[in-house]
């Protein structure tokens, strides 16, 4: 089973800031890969798909980028809205899909 | 616009089976190449994927829940039900259902939509 290990678990930043996120597999899985946020109470919101894709709608201050086993989610000029938890995936029809353990964005 | 909603006890008893049913609209569950989820979140902690059932009927599974799974399509009621069989307290969570398609040139399938979500909690 390949295990996701996101870093750091928390991450204080402040508003205008540019954060980036890790996502490393524990073995190469190409591309497929995606980032999703979360606020409290509510389900999850795909952002990036296949390691780089932004998905529509989602403001172009979120990027994605990597291949194999590390992957990085980059948001440039963070708003107040952005402050959030962000978990990465690996995805696979073959196999379930894994979640790392998530990163929780606050403010500083 | 697909939605999905989640439904289902929301307190069950030890050892008792778990049962939700994800009703889904603005779409069939029975057409196209999607596949239909289950996720659930402990509380403060993150996400868990339950496993999957494609259009098909074929089903990809937790390794560490799969005695204990069955997702299954209701084409008749547009829905996708999970049982969870001899539940503990570790299996409380919010449970949520979730559509996965295969975008143009993609050899697998990403999440896109999402439900709201339903807490379940186990306890006697």
């Known amino acids: 089973d390949i295990q996701m290990t996101q870093s750091p678990s928390t991450l204080s930043a402040s508003v205008g800031d540019r954060v980036t996120i890790t996502c490393r597999a524990s073995?190469?899985?190409?591309?497929?890969l995606a980032w999703f946020q979360q606020k409290p109470g509510k389900a999850p919101n795909l952002l990036i798909y296949?390691?780089?894709s932004l998905e529509s709608g989602v403001p172009s201050r979120f990027s994605g980028s990597g291949s194999g086993t590390e992957f990085t989610l980059t948001v440039s000029g963070l708003q107040p809205d952005d402050f959030a938890t962000y978990y990465c995936?690996?995805?696979?029809?073959?196999?379930?899909?894994?979640f790392g353990q998530g990163t929780k964005l606050e403010i500083k | 616009q697909v939605q999905l909603q989640e439904s289902g006890p929301g307190l069950v008893k030890p050892s008792q089976t778990l049962s939700l049913t994800c009703s889904v609209s603005?779409?069939?569950?029975?057409?196209?190449?999607?596949?239909w989820t289950w996720i659930r979140q402990p509380a403060g902690s993150g996400l868990d994927y339950i496993g999957r059932?494609?259009?098909?009927?074929?089903?990809t599974y937790n390794p560490s829940l799969r005695s204990r799974l069955t997702i299954s399509l209701d084409t008749s009621k547009n829905q996708v039900s999970l049982k969870l069989s001899s539940v503990t307290a570790a299996d409380t969570a919010v449970y949520y259902c979730?559509?996965?398609?295969?975008?143009?040139?993609?050899?697998?399938?990403?999440?896109?939509?999402w439900g709201q979500g339903t807490l379940v909690t186990v306890s006697s």
């Open positions: 073995q190469s899985i190409g591309i497929w």
């Open positions: 603005g779409g069939s569950i029975s057409s196209g190449d999607y596949s």
């Open positions: 979730a559509r996965e398609r295969f975008r143009r040139g993609d050899l697998h399938p990403s999440l896109d939509y």
């Open positions: 059932v494609h259009t098909s009927g074929r089903t």
């Open positions: 296949r390691a780089s």
């Open positions: 995936q690996h995805y696979a029809s073959y196999s379930r899909g894994t």
